[in-house]
């Protein structure tokens, strides 16, 4: 129904490290990649559960988005704002993982998932961030081509 609580959008991204930011794409987008299985073993991934956009939030999210100009004094929407307001309401799950600090050396790995707060999200990569809200977009927002078939 339009009104109730759908299950949430759960987004795959693959990721591996190039130079001091990442490569990151969704899932469709990795397996129809032109990449040899050797390479696609170098990508690790991140899934992410996010919640629909409803209406409330949709107006919120806008209107948090405008802010003061500074050095003007007019107020206009800033998509920097917007874009980190919308990840950190959206995202409700994720399999985010660092490693445990060590008791000492000799200790072995323990990964430990980090928790969804605000200062954890906006630490996140920008690639990463960017191919999150823009997979999220693609699925949730009905294109003009799918319009015009309905």
Known sequence: MFIEEDAPIIIKIFYKKSGRGFLAMNEKTFHESKLK?????KYKTLTVKM???TWG???????????????????TF?????????LKSLIVEWDAKRLKPKLSPESPDEWEL???TEANISKMSPDIAEALLNTYD???????????KS
Do not use: F, H
């Open 37 to 41: 299985e050797d390479e696609k073993q």
């Open 51 to 53: 919640r629909l956009l």
């Open 57 to 75: 939030l949709y107006n919120d999210l806008n209107e948090n988005g405008y802010i003061p100009n500074p050095k003007t004094g007019n107020i």
């Open 78 to 86: 800033n998509t920097k704002a917007y874009k980190e307001n919308k």
């Open 114 to 116: 980090i928790p969804i």
């Open 138 to 148: 693609s699925i949730s927002y009905v294109d003009e081509a799918t319009e015009k």
